[in-house]
């Protein structure tokens, strides 16, 4: 009995005892579960705190997508309308270079073209160039031609002195033969220009000149025809012929080569204008008082030859003697000029020469 009664009373102990403990642990447990819930009320408040403040943070992000969104439709409908316009200006491009491509094959054909027009240009150029000199070296021809028909016609009035050729050794040789030279001696200077003038006048036969063409200034224009052809002295005396201003300067040259340039000798013209235009050329030299001399072999004249033998007369005396021996075929005729190396000289009129002679 004893035992049972002990097994008892332990088992009540231990029953006890875990009952205190229990209790003890529930009171224990329950204080922790009270800090547990404590803290769990507290994470709990702190975690709708936060998730409050994510379900803000969220609705900002959802407003910023939405604007995002929005945002990205606008570049959308932008990157469409740019796509557009790539397209367009993709096809502009294309369409720029086919025409480049166009144009760059114009630019190589035009260019060959320019090369071969350069060709033919500089071919041209080399062509115009020599056809320039041709024509150039032809006018200069043509010039040097018209100057010396000029001369030969008695028009180009500086080239008249030319034909006065005292220098010349076929005068000089003339006048060696004829006067057998010069002698200071008064009366042979006369006796000598005497026998000068009559070798003209016997050994030189008259002849009128052909015509020869007088050519303009300008290639184009039209030639004339001139009855005029001036010798020199030596052709006059070769051709042993020449009409009035071969005769006359012939006996210049001559009486110019006798006494070596010393006296002055001039060629002396005249002009009639009725019944037509009418010219003559003969020799004139001034002597000492106021005089003058006029040898005229074409026309068989000098002054003096009334008297048989040649003279001087005042120079209006010799003049006028000279004219009126000429007065039949050249009526109204007056001096109209004078020339020798040194002189060329044009008048208006008779008196207008008196004039210029006597102040010499």
Not at 23 to 30: D, E, F, K, L, P
Not at 57 to 81: C, G, M, N
Not at 103 to 132: C, D, G, P, W, Y
Not at 348 to 360: L, V
Request: aromatic content about 10%.
């Amino acid at each position: 009995m004893v035992n049972t009664s002990s097994r008892w009373r332990t088992l009540f102990i231990l029953v006890t005892i875990l009952l205190c403990v229990s209790i003890t642990v529930s009171v224990i447990g329950y204080t922790g579960l009270q800090a547990d819930l404590a803290e769990a009320r507290a994470e709990t408040a702190l975690a709708q705190a936060q998730k409050a403040e994510i379900q803000r943070e969220l609705q900002r992000t959802l407003s910023d997508l939405e604007s995002a969104q929005s945002d990205l439709e606008d570049t959308r409908l932008d990157l469409a309308i740019k796509t557009d316009e790539f397209v367009v200006l993709t096809n502009k491009f294309h369409l720029l270079s086919d025409e480049l491509k166009k144009t760059s094959e114009t630019v190589i054909s035009v260019r060959s073209e320019l090369n071969q027009a350069t060709s033919q240009l500089f071919s041209a150029n080399t062509k115009i160039a020599q056809v320039q000199k041709e024509n150039s070296d032809m006018l200069k021809q043509y010039t040097s031609l018209r100057s010396k028909i000029l001369a030969r016609a008695g028009l180009n009035q500086p080239d008249r002195q030319t034909y006065i050729t005292s220098d010349d050794p076929v005068v000089a040789a003339r006048v060696q033969n004829v006067t057998g030279g010069f002698n200071n001696d008064n009366n042979k200077i006369w006796s000598d220009y005497n026998k000068m003038y009559h070798y003209v006048v016997n050994n030189i036969s008259y002849s009128f000149d052909t015509y020869i063409p007088v050519l303009s200034v300008s290639m184009s224009d039209s030639f004339t025809w001139w009855q005029e052809y001036w010798r020199t002295p030596a052709e006059t005396l070769q051709d042993q012929t020449g009409d009035c201003e071969d005769m006359a300067l012939l006996l210049l040259s001559m009486m110019r080569n006798y006494n070596k340039k010393t006296y002055s000798i001039w060629a002396i013209t005249i002009t009639s204008k009725s019944p037509e235009l009418l010219g003559h050329m003969a020799v004139a030299f001034p002597v000492q008082g106021g005089k003058l001399t006029i040898l005229d072999p074409s026309g068989n004249y000098y002054t003096g030859m009334e008297y048989g033998y040649l003279n001087s007369a005042p120079i209006s005396t010799a003049i006028y003697n000279w004219l009126a021996h000429w007065s039949r075929e050249m009526p109204n005729a007056f001096v109209d000029g004078v020339f020798s190396e040194t002189v060329d000289q044009e008048f208006t009129s008779t008196q207008d020469f008196i004039n210029w002679a006597s102040a010499r």
